[in-house]
C-alpha cells in the first residue's frame, strides 16, 4: 500500500522560507515523478512543481519560478520542495503526488496515482 505524508507546512511572514516534505512508503520516490499541487479556499487544486526522477526534468508553475527547488533523499524516500520569498498568494494546502506522468501530464493531478492529505501554508502579510 503506497502512502504520503506531507510535513513542513506553517504560518509565515511574506519574504519567508519553508521546507515541504513529503515521506513516501510502498514505492520507491525514483519511480517515476513527483509533483507538488496546492489547492487555496475556494480555488480549484493548481499544479505547483514537479520532477521526473528520470532524467531529472524539472517543471515549475510560473507563479513560483525561481523560488521554489525540488529535491529528495532516497535513503530517506524523501521529496523536499524548498520554497522562498514566500507570498501571500502562496497560500493553501499543499499536496505530494506521485505516479508516472504521461507526456503532457505532468502538471495535472490526473497524471498522478498517489496523493497525501497535504500541509497547509499560510503566509501572512
Known amino acids: 500500500q503506497v502512502q504520503l505524508v506531507e510535513s513542513g507546512g506553517g504560518l509565515v511572514q511574506a519574504g519567508d522560507s519553508l521546507r515541504l516534505s513529503c515521506v513516501v512508503s510502498g514505492r520507491a520516490i525514483s519511480d517515476g515523478a513527483t509533483g507538488w499541487f496546492r489547492q487555496a479556499v475556494g480555488k480549484e487544486r493548481e499544479f505547483v512543481a514537479a520532477?521526473?526522477?528520470?532524467?531529472?526534468?524539472?517543471y515549475y508553475a510560473d507563479s513560483v519560478k525561481g523560488r521554489l527547488t525540488i529535491s529528495r533523499d532516497n535513503a530517506k524516500n524523501k521529496v523536499y520542495m524548498q520554497m522562498n520569498s514566500l507570498k501571500t498568494e502562496d497560500t493553501a494546502v499543499y499536496y505530494c503526488?506521485?505516479?508516472?506522468?504521461?507526456?503532457?501530464?505532468?502538471?495535472?493531478?490526473?497524471?498522478?496515482?498517489?496523493w497525501g492529505q497535504g500541509t497547509q501554508v499560510t503566509v501572512s502579510s
Open positions: 520532477r521526473r526522477w528520470s532524467g531529472g526534468n524539472t
Open positions: 503526488e506521485v505516479g508516472r506522468p504521461i507526456i503532457g501530464t505532468i502538471s495535472s493531478s490526473s497524471g498522478y496515482n498517489y
